[in-house]
């Protein structure tokens, strides 16, 4: 092929490599932009999760000390004995 023959390919292939880059750039901000959003919404998550494990470990505190101040008898013991009274 001479080169006046391969000239409109070759222009052809240089606008077809230029829209690659395009897309690619565009493919990797999309690609990062989702990883990111990942990582926040495990991040979201493991705070909720601390949150949750943070009350649970309240509550068993103020169980314990509840059940401390009435004897030791449990929130289901009295609903036992509550119920047995009727």
Known sequence: MTEKQKRPYEEIAKKNKAKYQEEMKLYKQQKDEAAENLKKGKEEHMKIQK????????????????????????????????????
């Open 51 to 86: 949150h949750e494990a943070l009350q649970l470990l309240k509550n068993k505190e103020k169980n314990r000390k509840y059940n401390q101040e009435n004897q030791g008898e449990s929130p289901e013991e009295e609903e036992v004995e509550g119920k047995g009274q009727l």
